[in-house]
């Protein structure tokens, strides 16, 4: 099956400090790449849309300038989370698909706490 | 917009039942795609099942299969011979079909989750 990684698995970080959340499809090419927050004990709620080579597409709500994702690649994906706050702490999950293919494959999440 | 509902916050079962967990959605499309997650303390998502909305035939595999009734728009999860590695929560989830326009391609919409529990 599909593999996504994620890395780091886990990041503690001081406020105000940014931090980068890397998400790479290890055996296919994925063109797209969604990005998730879930709280403890509640679902995922869909964070952006990312697009190879193109501008993310953020849910209302989200924060773009707080939350920057690039997708520079048909591999990597990237959120950052830009001065980090202690109510950005959370559980970031990733994810891919491929192209014409329904099933979306899971990284193994990330989980941040900012201090 | 699609709506995703499971109404059920926590289930029990005891080890080598069987139980169900429901997963009503809402949608005007008729070309669609529905999935089961299961996501354990790991907090790894895993693909439980899926569905075709095309499809009449409920999908099935191993000891999981699913209810789906269409007109009804309800996608119940039936897990037989429970066992204690099927303690996870589950997700049920909409997906629009291929064939559906706009940036949403690929988005799944996600239910309240059920946390499921099973005693040994």
């Known amino acids: 099956g599909a593999v996504v990684s994620q890395h780091p698995s886990r990041v503690i970080c001081k406020s105000g400090t940014s931090v980068k959340i890397e998400c790479r499809s290890l055996d296919f090419q994925a063109t797209t790449m969604f990005w998730y927050r879930q709280f403890p004990k509640q679902s995922l709620m869909l964070m952006a849309t990312s697009n190879e080579g193109s501008k993310a597409t953020y849910e209302q709500g989200v924060e773009k300038d707080k939350f920057l994702i690039n997708h520079a690649s048909l591999t990597l994906s990237t959120l950052t989370v830009t001065s980090a706050h202690p109510e950005d702490s959370s559980f970031y999950i990733c994810s891919a698909i491929r192209d014409r293919v329904q099933t979306q494959y899971f990284g193994p999440g990330t989980r941040l706490l900012v201090l | 917009a699609q709506t995703v509902t499971q109404s059920q916050p926590e289930m029990s079962v005891q080890e080598a039942e069987t139980v169900t967990l429901s997963c009503t959605y809402d949608?005007?499309?008729?070309?669609?795609?529905l999935f089961w997650y299961k996501q354990p303390p790991s907090r790894q998502m895993i693909l439980v099942i899926r569905q075709e909305a095309y499809k009449q035939q409920n999908a099935t595999e191993n000891r999981f299969s699913v209810n789906f009734q269409k007109a009804a728009k309800s996608f119940s999860l039936k897990i037989s011979d429970s066992q204690l590695g099927d303690a996870a929560m589950y997700f049920c989830a909409y997906r629009r079909g291929l064939n559906a326009g706009g940036t949403s391609y690929g988005k799944l919409t996600f239910g309240q989750g059920t946390i499921l529990t099973v005693h040994p």
């Open positions: 949608t005007s499309e008729s070309d669609y795609y």
